[in-house]
């Protein structure tokens, strides 16, 4: 194949965040009249990355050991070999994050991590990318001279995703050889987690816990507030690790989520977690402390006794049967 | 069993600010030091030398006032430190650091291990650690949670999304340790009067023949066109009345007109 540096390349073996992937793939290409490659790491994902958009899936010549990361490395290398893409887009997830910057390194490309635009003209040979610095406090855009960029970008990362659009007829299939795939690192077992936060990053609503919450009352008011709002519960640090309530956690040192709302309970507002939900859409606080933090950081502040008000805005939404518009994704 | 630890001077991005009127991000007199993450680095080098024996050497690269962030490191149980000087005044590539980074590597010869963190404290880009595995051509593991060693392999729990993978891999390898694993100890006024007497060396490009390579070949960094802070636009309404239904309705009115809540009745 010619090198005509028009295509993207795409790799994430997340299907939410691939398909948001393909669409800014999609948008790009638009403007370079290029096509979206998909890279796929199981057989079974097929029918996915053709319904994400796809019009040209690359594959493995041979099953391959996937759960470390050397194998999708080597592969992801070869695709980019093979095809010349101008952009190569890779999910920003624990794999991606790894994968990303050796094959840049391997094959010495530009690469910029935690992408959050970029702007690829068809006359011009350079490209301009911009990322989040600081986890999020700042942005930085530079200029890329190389023929390929290769990005890593998370969920929620672009403030437009590209509309996915399917090509019309079968995706074209290029098979990638898969011999001499060796890896230094050998899986030997592996043990599921605690499926606590399972889709907290995917979730459109967020009920983030703090610690103003009381710890022996249990988690049941909570629950059934999620369930009413299709939410999933999250909470601070030192929520989740001091009393153990949850695996994970929103901030600095934890997760990232980008929800239509997060409504944040007993949440003091310490810049540590609020780089976990700076994101949101829209945050509502409750918190009886009218001099916290939170209230000078989010839309909606409540200023309450926690579970008073959230008796009674339970009691609301089910009254005036309120529930989540998903009509507005 | 030797052991080197990546170590970096992180900002510490919680004293950040941006200017909310030019959107600047305000850097200067934002403190540095030796970030959360990488003393959960240092802490597992020293509970490994601890367990199998042998040494625990830092490498950092960074500026030479580094040096005076390295007190509580040493005391935590890394023997030395080696700081390769970063001329560029904090404009390095991701590229031209695991240069510097090997080039020190290998000048100090055979080792078993070199673990860092799984991203630095303030960029948070999880590089420096892929890159140097390429560079060295060693195996890599990601996101350890707990480390053993026997007979010149490693045995490995990674943390990953949705599972903890339990790995091997042959030594020397690079191991980057997990977020919040390895809590880093509490050191006693004794272990600071020893952490004086431990050697921190400062090595210059101009000194080193390989580093100077490496600052000559490295690639430059791709143009810087914007930087700014970001500044996130909150609408603060503040609902403080004791009717405690009414404000129940508006903040369910609020979050209607915002398109993210429905009603059935209406």
Same mark, same amino acid.
């Given at each position: ?329 | ?27 200067? @007199?934002? !403190?540095?030091?030796?970030? /959360? ?5 240092? *802490?597992?080098? %020293? $509970? ?88 060295? @051509?060693? !195996?890599?593991?990601?996101? /350890? ?5 026997? *007979?010149?392999? %490693? $045995? ?111």
């Amino acid at each position: 194949m010619m090198p005509n540096h028009r295509d993207a390349l795409v790799f994430c073996e997340d299907p939410h965040l691939l398909t948001a992937l393909v669409g800014k793939a999609q948008q790009v290409c638009a403007s370079l009249d290029g096509q979206v490659g998909v890279l796929l790491i199981q057989e079974t994902d097929l029918a996915l990355a053709a319904s994400a958009g796809a019009s040209r899936i690359l594959q493995p010549s041979a099953p391959v050991q996937f759960d470390s990361a050397e194998p999708v490395i080597a592969l992801l290398c070869r695709a980019i070999e093979e095809t010349h893409p101008r952009i190569v887009l890779v999910g920003a997830t624990r794999l991606g994050l790894e994968v990303a910057p050796r094959v840049a390194e391997r094959l010495g490309l530009d690469y910029l991590p935690w992408a959050t635009g970029i702007d690829v003209d068809a006359g011009s040979s350079s490209a301009r990318a911009s990322a989040q610095l600081y986890s999020g406090l700042g942005r930085v855009e530079y200029q890329f001279d190389g023929p390929t960029l290769v990005l890593s970008a998370a969920v929620g990362a672009f403030q437009e995703d590209g509309v996915v659009e399917i090509p019309e007829g079968e995706p074209q299939r290029l098979i990638l050889e898969a011999a001499g795939l060796s890896a230094g690192v050998r899986v030997l077992s592996a043990r599921p987690k605690s499926a606590g936060n399972e889709s907290l990053e995917h979730s459109p609503v967020i009920i983030d816990l703090g610690q103003g919450v009381r710890a022996d009352d249990g988690l049941e008011i909570y629950r059934e507030l999620a369930g009413l709002l299709h939410g999933q519960m999250a909470s601070t640090r030192p929520v989740a690790v001091e009393r153990n309530w949850f695996p994970e956690w929103l901030g600095l040192s934890g997760f990232t989520v980008s929800p239509r709302l997060c409504l944040t309970l007993g949440v003091a507002g310490a810049v540590q977690h609020m780089i976990g939900i700076r994101g949101s859409e829209r945050i509502a606080a409750v918190n009886n402390d009218e001099s916290a933090a939170i209230f000078s950081q989010c839309d909606y502040g409540i200023v309450a006794d926690l579970y008073a008000f959230l008796t009674v805005f339970i009691d609301r939404l089910k009254a005036r049967k309120v529930r989540l518009n998903e009509t507005r994704i | 069993m030797r052991i080197l630890a990546l170590i970096k001077n992180s900002l510490d991005i919680t004293e950040i600010k941006v200017d909310p009127n030019s959107g600047e991000l305000r850097l200067a @007199g934002v !403190p540095e030091r030796i970030g /959360a993450i990488d003393k959960n680095v240092v *802490e597992a080098a %020293v $509970r490994l030398k601890e367990t199998y024996g042998g040494s625990a050497c830092g490498i950092s690269f960074g500026p030479a006032e580094a040096r005076d962030n390295f007190k509580d490191v040493l005391a935590m149980g890394l023997d030395e430190i080696v700081l390769i000087e970063d001329s560029t005044k904090g404009e390095a590539s991701a590229g031209l650091t695991v240069r510097a980074l090997k080039a020190a590597v290998r000048a100090l010869g055979a080792f078993d291990l070199i673990l860092c963190g799984f991203a630095s404290d303030d960029g948070y880009t999880y590089q420096t650690g892929p890159r140097l595995a390429e560079r060295l @051509g060693l !195996p890599l593991v990601s996101y /350890a949670r707990a480390i053993e060693a026997s *007979e010149g392999k %490693v $045995r490995v729990e990674q943390d990953l999304e949705d599972c903890i993978q339990l790995v091997a891999a042959p030594l020397p390898c690079i191991i980057s340790i997990a977020e919040e694993a390895f809590p880093p100890r509490r050191t006693t006024l004794m272990d600071a009067i020893k952490a004086k007497k431990k050697p921190i060396s400062i090595w210059r490009r101009e000194d080193h023949l390989e580093l100077e390579e490496a600052f000559r070949n490295a690639p430059a960094s791709a143009p810087l066109l914007e930087k700014t802070g970001v500044i996130v636009r909150r609408k603060q309404q503040i609902f403080k009345s004791s009717d405690l239904c009414a404000t129940a309705d508006q903040l369910i009115d609020c979050l209607i007109s915002d398109g993210i809540l429905t009603e059935e009745n209406a």
